[in-house]
């Protein structure tokens, strides 16, 4: 078959009631435009949500539809073209994060986010991908993570943390309780983070270990659209949890990162797994819960919390951050829209693997600055790495003064010192 | 030929007086629909009217017509009128029977070829060469065509010889026809109703003698000052309607109150009379103010209309089975159309193409 | 043809084949769609999708938070097309009796007056949205000939009803045919047009819901 040919298999093999009910009910009133930060800040209609399933739409009019396969059948109708395919390829990729905002608006209910995420099944299997995210998804199945880290990376990583916190971070530790994932900008750029954990994990009495065979949680099969490559990826997370026979994984501060292991893992490899998947943000609150997470102090700072869009809308992760950073900010302020109704950073679903659409991410970026600008903080908390980098880009192209930290990080500056003496005290001995 | 009488001689010889004469002639004049003003040259035009040749021709028709005519109460504009014309020939009302009956209107069509005016009631049946009605061994295609022929103009009288009427119903098995499907070349005026009502017809007798011409006639040949407007826009029970208060059953409250009878299947919206104005039986009552909805009678095809019981707007067809068939066979369809789906959904599973990242790789490089 | 014989043809054969057609379309586009089928989702629910899909069938029909703002006409005229549409449709008497003439079933109707108030702004509120569809650059640049299509086939009955009832334009008899006509063509063609979201937007919602529902999300 040629890739054009696979791409549109791979559509048919897409389609199913949800999505054959989700294109018979759209009546074209745009609204998923206005829910839309790609129309909102461009004005530009080729960027309604909808518009963007356009090649699917096709496939599935003259494969599923009466009225298609008759006019397929008397050649009136058009098959989608490689052409087209590349014409909607910057549509589906670049101007899409996944954020689900349309999902939300839709008057008909359609889920276009998930329409879009099975398009691009068809658009990787035909071949029309960026080269962005070609070369993350290549780098994710040969090296280990879209970013090149290696398990090296990672010991240097684990060095640094135990110098800095004085803990010894666990290494294929069977039979923990939890089993900690990273994604690859935690290690490269947030190293803050394992630290973190180690050190609220300590405090709270928690088992825990990392997995030399399984450390990324990132998974760019999930971003370029290939179940084939995502199943593979998730496979190792799987795996490796098995092998240690851990209670639970826990996903890392990252967005899609979660909607592969949490929601569409077991899916992916075909059964139900047999441990459990909980955000590190569920695991603190958690904690928090069970009163083994214990803070002192309160940031003075005016702060708000940017809710990764995979997380809240696309995760049901909503209410965890917000008694979090309850705990330890008492200037803590929301933005207008917080919640599963935020807007994303701009770099979601893919894009911020493909260099191609900087500069459209950039320019949208302006949607996150008003949000911003209502609240004017000086501290900005996230709980997702790549959300947090795109953030900086924005903030750093738009000027703007604000500090931008993790969620994790920010509740380990506030564990009790005595606590933390203790820990060294045991990691020592 | 007779003599000439003019219709004021003729009164006057009968002792009516000015005055009545007047009255009369204002009633004619509102039964024409026309202004007040227009009551002094009604009374000149009628006082000097002659006496015009009436030929009634009765074919296929249950005498209702005749009957309504006859039946109304005297001294009114009707008897004026009957009395005002020659009816030359009436096989119902005429005296005269059998060979001396046809002699009259042989002689009637002859002495006045070209002046006589022809009344029909009741529709023709003309399956099997029209043998289904006949008179003195005539059919009445012929009888009609004939009589037809030296006419200045045809007044069809009831629905049947206005629109064929009841024996033109489905399964219509003589063939019936109205008057204006065999009579092309003559001016023909419609009054329809089963029966008309009775000033309606002298109503347009007084218009020809008044003017000497038919009077204006909408699309169905009717004329406009009786037929103009529906029931339903006059109806005293109207703003029942409008206020959305109807009758459900012939015994309820809504029908003891006088509602509006829409739901218990009322044509008016529909048909066009002058009952809700002229009314019956001497202007005292018309069907729907006695309780009984329109049935639409001076309608064409009122009899296959869908049931007089039936409101206006429902289907005339029972559909519940109908749409339970479209539905059993719609999923069965469905059935058989989403298997196809389903399949042609496997056997994309099956042709799945693997995407590898040795692949992407090498797009990559391409 | 004669309005009388138009109209007997529109009451009989008419409606019988608008409604044969109308009720195997919706039936054969419904079940085909259901059994293409969709995987089981294996991965461990936060919540039941089930109510959740329930939810936002309803839900769905509140505006969502901030949209109002972004697209108040779409919104607003929405909303009034469509419940005017309805008020029509189901509280009009003489729609009761055609109701009651096929199914048996019938309910209180409103009086004119507010049946006409339903219309007119159901009226408006329709051209509203097709000058919104033609000015707007989003809608302009979604529709297509099938948009202006749908949209005729619903304006036609609800303009030609509103001529009937007040004698406008065409003789009653002409008016009420041409209306239980244009009615016929709008149940022929709704199962293959995108009118069919009358149907299918329950079971979008319901899935939208279920999906986001399982994951805890209120949708």
Excluded at chain 1, 297 to 319: I, N, Y
Aim: proline share 5%; net charge neutral; charged share 20%.
């Amino acid at each position: 078959m040629t890739s054009l040919e696979n791409g549109i298999n791979a559509f048919v093999e897409q389609i199913d009631t949800p999505i054959a009910s989700f294109f018979n009910s759209c009546v074209h009133c745009g609204m998923c435009a206005d829910a839309c930060l790609f129309y909102t800040e461009t004005g530009d209609p080729k960027y309604t949500p909808i518009h963007k399933l356009e090649p699917m739409r096709r496939v599935w009019k003259r494969n599923f539809t009466f009225w298609g396969k008759l006019a397929a059948m008397l050649g009136l109708s058009k098959p989608v073209t490689d052409a087209e395919l590349e014409e909607w390829e910057p549509l589906i990729y670049d101007s899409c994060t996944l954020c689900g905002r349309c999902s939300m608006v839709c008057p008909v209910g359609n889920d276009i986010t998930y329409m879009i995420r099975k398009a691009r099944e068809g658009m990787v299997a035909a071949g029309h991908a960026p080269d962005g995210l070609k070369g993350a998804t290549v780098r994710a199945v040969e090296i280990g993570s879209p970013m090149g880290v290696t398990w090296k990376t990672v010991q240097a990583q684990i060095k640094h943390a135990e110098q800095d916190t004085g803990l010894t971070i666990p290494v294929d530790v069977e039979n923990a309780e939890y089993m900690v994932l990273m994604s690859s900008m935690e290690v490269v750029n947030f190293p803050e983070y394992m630290g973190a954990i180690a050190r609220i994990f300590d405090q709270a009495g928690v088992s825990w270990t990392l997995c030399s065979d399984a450390i990324e949680a990132t998974n760019s099969g999930i971003q370029i659209g290939s179940s084939d490559i995502a199943a593979q990826l998730v496979q190792r997370i799987v795996d490796g949890a098995e092998k240690l026979k851990v209670k639970t994984v826990i996903s890392p501060e990252c967005g899609h990162a979660y909607t592969a292991i949490r929601w569409e893992g077991a899916n992916l490899i075909g059964r139900p797994y047999s441990f459990k998947v909980l955000h590190i943000l569920e695991v603190l609150d958690e904690l928090r819960e069970q009163g083994r997470l214990q803070t002192e102090g309160m940031e003075t700072a005016k702060l708000t919390f940017h809710d990764p869009c995979q997380l809240v809308r696309r995760g049901g992760v909503v209410e965890e951050p917000r008694r979090l950073l309850n705990m330890v900010a008492s200037n803590f302020v929301e933005m207008p829209d917080a919640g599963v109704w935020n807007w994303c950073c701009g770099g979601g679903g893919g894009v911020s693997a493909n260099e191609r659409a900087d500069e459209l991410r950039l320019k949208v970026f302006s949607r996150k600055k008003a949000q911003l600008d209502a609240v004017g903080v000086e501290t900005l908390v996230t709980a997702c790495s790549n959300c947090r980098i795109m953030l900086e880009d924005g903030a750093e192209a738009n000027n703007m003064d604000l500090q931008i930290v993790g969620m994790a990080e920010t509740i380990a500056a506030h564990l009790p010192t005595k606590t933390s003496t203790t820990a060294t005290e045991e990691s020592s001995s | 030929m007779k003599k000439q009488v003019t219709l004021g001689e003729q009164l006057r010889q009968r002792g009516i007086s000015r005055r009545t004469f007047l009255k009369l002639c204002a009633v004619a004049t509102s039964a024409m629909a026309l202004p007040p003003a227009m009551i002094p040259r009604v009374a000149a035009a009628l006082d000097k009217a002659v006496r015009p040749s009436v030929i009634w021709l009765s074919f296929q028709e249950c005498t209702g017509c005749t009957e309504s005519l006859t039946r109304s109460h005297a001294p009114t504009l009707e008897s004026l009128i009957f009395d005002s014309i020659s009816l030359d020939y009436h096989h119902t009302l005429q005296a005269a029977s059998g060979t001396a009956a046809e002699a009259a209107r042989d002689k009637a069509i002859k002495d006045f070829y070209g002046k006589y005016l022809l009344i029909v009631d009741g529709s023709i049946p003309t399956k099997d060469d029209g043998v289904y009605s006949t008179i003195a061994g005539r059919t009445n295609i012929d009888m009609l065509k004939e009589a037809a022929d030296g006419a200045v103009a045809v007044v069809a009288v009831g629905t049947c010889a206005s629109f064929g009427g009841i024996p033109y119903a489905n399964p219509n098995p003589t063939g019936a026809v109205p008057v204006s499907e065999l009579v092309t070349d003559k001016p023909i005026i419609n009054v329809s109703g089963c029966p008309p009502i009775p000033v309606v017809i002298t109503g347009v007798l007084a218009h020809y003698l008044t003017f000497g011409e038919i009077p204006a006639l909408d699309s169905f040949g009717r004329p406009l000052a009786f037929f103009g407007e529906s029931i339903h826009d006059r109806c005293y029970r109207r703003p029942f309607y409008d206020q959305g208060k109807f009758a459900k059953s012939f015994d309820d409250e809504g029908a003891r109150s006088g509602w509006c009878l829409f739901e218990l299947g009322c044509k008016g919206p529909t048909t066009h009379n002058a009952c809700a104005t002229k009314k019956w039986n001497g202007g005292v009552s018309f069907p729907i103010e006695s309780g009984h909805p329109c049935i639409g009678c001076s309608e064409p095809n009122f009899w296959d209309g869908g049931g007089f019981y039936k409101a206006l707007s429902t289907t005339t067809r029972p559909l519940a089975n109908w749409t339970g068939a479209a539905v059993v066979t719609g999923a069965a369809v469905g059935a058989a159309a989403g298997v196809a789906a389903k399949r042609k959904r496997s056997a994309a599973k099956r042709a799945h193409h693997t995407v590898t990242a040795d692949e992407l790789k090498k797009k990559e490089e391409a | 043809m004669t309005a009388e014989a138009l109209l007997a043809w529109a009451r009989g054969p008419g409606m019988q084949i608008a409604l044969a057609v109308f009720f195997l379309g919706i039936t054969v586009r419904i079940v085909e769609m259901l059994l293409i089928g969709r995987a089981p989702d294996l991965a461990a629910p936060r919540k039941s999708g089930v109510a959740a899909g329930w939810r936002t069938v309803f839900h769905r029909s509140l505006p969502t938070p901030g949209m109002l703002k972004r697209s108040p006409l779409v919104f607003v005229g929405g909303y009034i097309f469509h419940l005017g549409f309805l008020i029509v449709l189901v509280l009009s008497v003489p729609h009761i009796e055609l109701f009651h003439g096929v199914w048996g079933i019938r309910w209180p109707g409103l009086p004119r007056s507010l049946i006409d108030l339903a219309a007119i702004l159901s009226i408006g509120a329709m051209v509203a949205l097709l000058v919104h569809r033609l000015v707007d650059p989003v809608r302009r640049f979604l529709s297509r000939s099938g948009d202006y299509f749908a949209w005729t086939v619903t304006f036609l009955p609800l303009i030609t009803g509103y001529f009937a009832t007040h004698h406008m334009l065409l003789p009653y008899t002409q008016m009420l045919a041409v209306h239980i006509l244009s009615i016929e063509l709008l149940l022929i063609v709704l199962p293959f047009t995108k009118l069919i979201h009358t149907f299918t937007l329950f079971l979008s919602r319901w899935y939208n819901g279920a999906i986001a529902g399982r994951k805890g999300v209120a949708s």
